[in-house]
């Protein structure tokens, strides 16, 4: 089954940085686009960042964009979130995502998050 397993999240001060790393399986990663998301305390769920399989074309949401870089590396079934000049407003749980759509019927996957907390 799919699954997608984060890592890399911690406590950082504003202007550090963090790598988000997200190991999928279950299925073939490469053709799939994964996305990144996050949720911050009382906070609807916000797509932070997209990539396409191939090519890797990436877009972003304006508060991240040119701090925040997602890549994948489909030789390791792994996509990364490189962020830089964090900021408190950053903090939040980050999601991996990617979804499926079978006979008409989407189903997203998450992986279990990855808590991100920007403070001095």
């Known amino acids: 089954q799919v699954q997608l397993v984060e890592s890399g999240g911690g406590l950082v001060q504003p202007g550090g940085s963090l790598r988000l790393s997200c190991v999928a399986s279950?299925?073939?990663?490469?053709?799939?686009?994964m996305r990144w998301y996050r949720q911050a305390p009382g906070q609807e769920r916000e797509l932070v960042a997209t990539?396409?399989?191939?090519?890797?074309?990436?877009t972003y949401t304006d508060s991240v964009k040119g701090r925040f870089t997602i890549s994948r590396d489909n030789a390791k079934n792994t996509v990364y979130l490189q962020m830089n000049s964090l900021k408190p407003e950053d903090t939040a749980v980050y999601y991996c995502?990617?979804?499926?759509?079978?006979?008409?019927?989407?189903?997203?996957?998450w992986g279990q998050g990855a808590q991100v907390t920007v403070s001095s």
């Open positions: 995502n990617t979804w499926k759509t079978i006979m008409g019927t989407r189903t997203d996957y």
């Open positions: 279950g299925f073939t990663f490469s053709v799939y686009t």
């Open positions: 990539i396409i399989s191939n090519p890797a074309i990436t």
